[in-house]
């Protein structure tokens, strides 16, 4: 199963619902979700912080449909890159093997989480490896704005663990936090303090607006950082933009946090395919392929993995 057959249960499950919702047939429905994922190219083209109506389902809908997989697989990619720690190669993906020959739990916290991308990231990377422990719990608080995400996350959920569960041993136990960067509110916070051992920072930090909002997240984060002194930190986004590698560094700097790796991702040869394959009733009334999907090789994404000093 490839991360493109995860899109398709998702989507399968959902339009239905939506264009119901909506007085839409299906056919008018994926032309709106084309429309939307040219609103949202637009969005990220232009100068400053895009606004997008992720509460719009059709507007998720065209999220999952052309983005999820993309993100999925870099943040797959970015566990697995080795970087010299005291002279010896090391990845977030094997720090993370290591601690489960010590607890069955990982602990992760996602900002800007959206479907809950960098669940299935985190499960294909770890489906795809021997697990000391059985059944390994991947307990993940998903901390975003957009409450109204919750239909197509939990739809999202359900086909990872169709997929990683039983036949991976991977159980799931997910929670939502409602966040906003530019409202920082103190009493919803505790639960963002509890210990973790991983952060995910997906493709959000494009998305802040301004300084202030910077400031704010690093006023979090590094109290965060405090309950978590031994947590890795990796935070991912689009590759190309001073802006987004700007407020990656005053985020990694603010927070108190020391960069140990830095590096650049190409996209995915092959995925052309396997999209036309899997979204094949999706691709022709969209009229759009997935992103990441026709320039195999150009650099897609750059990350940052740090840690408390
Ligand atoms: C591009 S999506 C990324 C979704 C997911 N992490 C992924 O990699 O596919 C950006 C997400 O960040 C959230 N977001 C953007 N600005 C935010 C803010 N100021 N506070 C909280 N969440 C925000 C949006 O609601 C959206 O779900």
């Known amino acids: 199963m490839n991360l493109f057959d995860t899109v398709r249960e998702v989507l399968d ?11 839409l047939s299906l056919e008018e429905l994926y032309r709106q979700m084309g429309n939307s994922i040219d609103v949202m190219l637009a ?7 895009p606004s997008i109506p992720y509460h719009d389902p059709v507007f998720q809908l065209a999220y999952v449909y052309s983005h999820v997989a993309m993100n999925a697989h870099l943040l797959d990619e970015a566990l697995r890159c080795e970087f010299p720690i005291k002279g010896r190669p090391v990845s977030v993906g094997s720090a993370l093997l290591n601690l489960l020959k010590k607890t069955d739990r990982l602990r992760i916290c996602t900002f800007g989480s959206g479907p809950g991308t960098e669940l ?20 993940v608080l998903h901390m975003d704005r957009v409450d109204q995400w919750a239909p197509s996350s939990k739809a999202l959920q359900d086909s990872i663990e169709s997929q990683f569960g039983r036949k991976r041993k991977l159980a799931f136990s997910t929670s939502f936090l409602p966040w906003n960067a530019s409202k920082p509110d103190v009493a919803s916070q505790t ?4 210990e973790r051992h991983l952060f995910l920072f997906s493709y959000v930090v494009s998305e ?7 400031d704010a ?5 590094s109290q965060m950082v405090r ?10 986004d689009r590759f190309g933009d001073d802006r987004t590698q700007a407020n990656i560094s005053s985020l990694v700097a603010g927070a108190g ?27 022709n009334v969209i009229g759009r392929m997935p992103r990441g999907s026709r320039f195999g090789g150009k650099k897609e994404a750059q990350f940052v993995i740090a840690q408390r000093p």
């Open 13 to 23: 499950r959902r339009a239905p619902e939506v264009a119901r919702s909506r007085g």
């Open 43 to 49: 969005e990220w083209q232009r100068e400053g912080a």
């Open 120 to 139: 299935l990231g985190l499960s294909r990377f770890l489906g795809s490896k021997w697990l000391p422990h059985i059944p390994v719990e991947l307990d």
């Open 191 to 194: 639960r963002a303090l509890e």
């Open 208 to 214: 802040l607006l301004d300084q202030a909002e910077l």
């Open 217 to 221: 997240v690093s006023g979090l984060l």
């Open 227 to 236: 309950a978590s002194p031994h947590a890795v930190f990796l935070i991912i």
């Open 257 to 283: 946090l020391q960069p140990l790796a830095e590096d650049t991702l190409p996209n995915y040869v092959g995925f052309d395919e396997h999209a036309k394959t899997s979204l094949r009733q999706y691709v």
